[in-house]
Every structure is written in structure tokens, then in C-alpha cells.
């Protein structure tokens, strides 16, 4: 199902740059007052491959410079392209949320397009118009993948991973330390384990964690450059990044909600909107408990359906009832029944309402709680983790998860490898 390729990559030079310092984050988690620092930081960032300085300049530009840029690199040797084609394996060192030190494991391939009909490359979101319509310009004017999308393959042993630890653990093609982990790049070029990897997925299908702005982008890329025949153009695949989702090191973090024009319901609300809900109430000192009281009174009822309630009054209302299964027999997604019977069914907020920002989303637990304390909104909803399973399962049957429904971490830099079309 699944077809993958080494490729020959165009990297950073680590004896000419600070890895570091020329990574940056995915160009859609780049806010616009952060542009211009990482502009600055090095000459040769990889956010110059990806990004205007300034946000206002994005809606006319046609990322004409963009090829310079990337030809001026290579011709002052700050590029260099791997004489070989391999896979890249990538080893992430980070600390997690919770302030517990984590490793992922993945690779760096090419992935060979696939429309979404075919059931073997699968979303788990929806996309923008906009957002399409800006990384197209990209893609025509660079005529390279400049970052990757990130995609999860099912592996509960583990299997893959450990033929793969022998390369992981070896010499390093480069290393980038930043502030939010280290980042170890290495070559796999074995045939034998090339052929390993591309057996063991050639079964599979993928998901889509990031990056389906950019996978929709190649799609509508090939059609205009009539690949698609045979798969074997450039135009007919991808840079994308591998990953087990059962792998430890891979998190799939909540994202929680911050409600912002609604008020707080009263007790009673509570009681009288939510019947079958069983209601756990915990004192709350201050924002900064929040993160260890989730994981003693709300973690623990990952089999259910759960949330925790918080108005900043001091008291944490843990809801829980049993999962009920939907209509084809398994368990509805718990994030659905919440805002449904929550955020709909207590608070009167519909889709159109959460559209237009009836909610909010800060980057944690603790960020919410605090958030809310400082006035920002009436009500907290913290929810616990999808699962891996959630993801495949949603995916297997053909339907997308809600919006804001999951946040893969670490993020993947952009900067580490590129992938020209051209075989130069």
C-alpha cells in the first residue's frame, strides 16, 4: 500500500553552520511577532526558505527568491547534497509537558502520492483554502519540498523501531541542539535495510499528523504537472517524516478549551445539562496545581468520557460517564460527546458560534488555568489524550477528527533535510 524511496538530500553543513540555529519550527506554528527573530538569528535560517519577514508581504508574494536563496546556499557550500540516496534516520531528545525526558525515533523518506480515495495515505483533518493557495505558490516557485510532512504508521511491537536502532544509535550526520531538545540526524543507505523498511510498509497505510496543507498542495502540484501516470515523476512524491504512533516518545498531547463568551453555569446548570454524568469535585489552590491534579483525578478515566470543569472559583469538577458505543459498534470520540452535550448542550455554543472564537485554545493545561485567572475567559475544559487507536480508528472508517482535537509532540523542525524534485 504504502511505497517509499531513499532520496538524495540537500542538508546544512555542520562544519559551516550551528545546526541550531538555522532550524526552525513549522512554518504554520511560526507566530507573526517570532518572523523576524528567527529571520535574525542566522543568515542562513530555513525559515527564509519557507516564510515573508513579514506576514503582511505573504498575501502578494511569489516566493521568486526562494530558488536564489536555495541555489546561493549551495553554491557557497552552506547546502551540500549527499552524493547517495538514503532514508534519514532522526532521533528526537526532548522534555515533555510534564517536564519527563522523552526519545523519539523516525526517518526521513519519500513518500509516493496517493489521493485520499485510495484509502492508503489517510487525513485526520480538514483544510484551508488559503493555506493551500500559499504553500502552492512555494511549491512552484522552489520546485523542492523545503519541509517535510509528518505521517504515523501502526507498529504496537515496535518492530521497525528496533531494526532500525543499530543506524539510530551510530555516528550522527549532524546534530542540532535548540533550546527545545536535540535533534540527531543519521544516513541509512543498506540495502538491505532500505528494503527492510520498505516492506514493512508496503502493507500499511499512513496517517497524516502535519502537514496536509502541503500533502494537498503536491496533490494539486502533480496534477498540473501531469504526473500521476506511472509514480514515477518527481512531482509523483513527497519528503515526509515516519513515526510509530504506539512509540513512546511519540505524544499525543490534549488540547484543552478555554470558554470565552459564555458564562460560567451555576451548579444547578451543571447538574440539570449533563444527566448520566457522575460529578467528582477537587479543591484548586492555584493555577499551578492544575497540570497534577488532571493526572491524579482526570487521567485515570481515559476509558470513559471524561472532562474537568474549572471557573477559578477554587473547586475542579471532574465529569466522567461510560463510553456508549456509536453506530458502527465501537466507541463514539470522546472530544465529539464533548462538545456536544458541553460545550453545545451547557454552554449553547454551536459550530458557527466556535468559529467565530467562542473559544479558545492556549498550549496547555497549566497556560489555560492561568489564562482563566487572569480573566481571559469564564470557564476551563480540560480533556484527556486521543489515543493512537482513536486516530487509526476515525481514519479507517473514512471521517476526519474535530478540530483542535489532538497535538502531535515534538513538532518537526524545518531545516534538518530538503528534497529538491530535480535529480541533479
Not at 499512513?206 to 504526473?227: C, M, N, P, S
Not at 458564562?263 to 446548570?269: D, E, H, K, N, R
Not at 486521543?386 to 476515525?394: A, C, I, K, N
Amino acid at each position: 500500500m504504502t511505497r517509499i524511496r531513499p532520496f538524495r538530500a540537500v542538508r546544512y553543513d555542520p562544519d559551516r553552520v550551528d545546526l541550531g540555529r538555522v532550524i526552525a519550527p513549522p512554518y504554520d506554528v511560526i507566530a507573526a511577532r517570532d518572523r523576524a527573530d528567527l529571520f535574525e538569528r542566522d543568515p542562513h535560517n530555513a525559515v527564509r526558505l519557507e516564510l515573508t519577514r513579514d506576514v503582511a508581504d505573504e498575501a502578494g508574494t511569489d516566493y521568486a527568491e526562494v530558488p536564489a536563496i536555495f541555489e546561493s546556499w549551495q553554491r557557497e557550500a552552506v547546502l551540500v547534497r549527499d552524493e547517495r540516496p538514503a532514508i534519514y534516520g532522526l532521533r528526537q531528545q526532548f522534555e515533555a509537558p510534564d517536564g519527563s525526558r522523552c526519545c523519539r525515533d523516525g526517518f526521513f523518506a519519500l513518500l509516493q502520492l496517493e489521493d485520499y480515495a485510495r484509502r492508503v495515505v489517510r487525513p485526520h483533518e480538514l483544510t484551508l483554502a488559503g493555506p493551500k493557495a500559499d504553500r502552492l505558490k512555494l511549491l512552484r516557485a522552489a520546485r523542492a519540498n523545503l519541509s517535510s510532512v509528518f505521517v504515523l504508521y501502526e507498529d504496537l511491537e515496535g518492530k521497525l523501531t528496533r531494526n532500525l536502532h543499530p543506524v539510530l544509535d551510530g555516528e550522527p550526520l549532524a546534530v542540532a541542539r535548540e533550546p527545545g531538545g536535540t535533534h540527531i540526524l543519521t544516513r541509512v543507505d543498506d540495502a538491505a535495510a532500505l528494503d527492510a523498511v520498505a516492506g514493512f510498509l508496503a502493507d500499511r497505510p499512513v496517517v497524516i499528523a502535519d502537514g496536509h496543507h502541503r500533502y494537498e498542495t503536491a496533490l494539486e502540484f502533480r496534477k498540473e504537472q501531469g504526473g500521476g501516470a506511472n509514480g514515477e515523476a518527481a512531482c509523483d512524491w513527497i519528503l515526509a517524516y515516519f513515526a510509530n504512533a504506539y512509540a513512546p516518545g511519540n505524544l499525543l498531547l490534549p488540547i484543552h478549551r478555554l470558554i470565552v463568551k459564555a458564562p460560567a453555569p451555576s451548579s444547578g446548570t451543571w447538574r440539570d445539562r449533563l444527566p448520566g454524568w457522575r460529578l467528582e469535585t477537587v479543591a484548586v489552590e492555584a493555577a499551578e496545581a492544575i497540570p497534577s491534579l488532571l493526572e491524579e483525578h482526570l487521567a485515570p478515566r481515559a476509558g470513559e468520557h471524561a472532562f474537568a470543569a474549572d471557573d477559578g472559583s477554587g473547586q475542579l469538577r471532574v465529569f466522567s460517564r461510560p463510553r456508549a458505543a456509536s453506530g458502527n459498534g465501537t466507541a463514539e470520540l470522546g472530544v465529539r460527546v464533548i462538545h456536544r452535550e458541553v460545550i453545545e448542550g451547557v454552554f449553547g455554543l454551536d459550530e458557527e458560534a466556535v468559529r467565530h472564537g467562542a473559544i479558545d485554545y492556549p498550549k496547555s493545561a497549566l497556560q489555560v488555568a492561568r489564562d482563566l485567572r487572569a480573566g481571559r475567559g469564564s470557564v476551563a475544559l480540560y480533556l484527556n489524550p486521543l489515543s493512537p487507536d482513536d486516530v487509526f480508528r476515525v481514519t479507517e472508517a473514512g471521517e476526519v477528527l474535530p478540530q483542535k482535537s489532538t497535538f502531535f509532540y515534538p513538532k518537526l523542525p524545518t531545516g534538518l533535510v530538503f528534497r529538491p524534485l530535480e535529480e541533479a
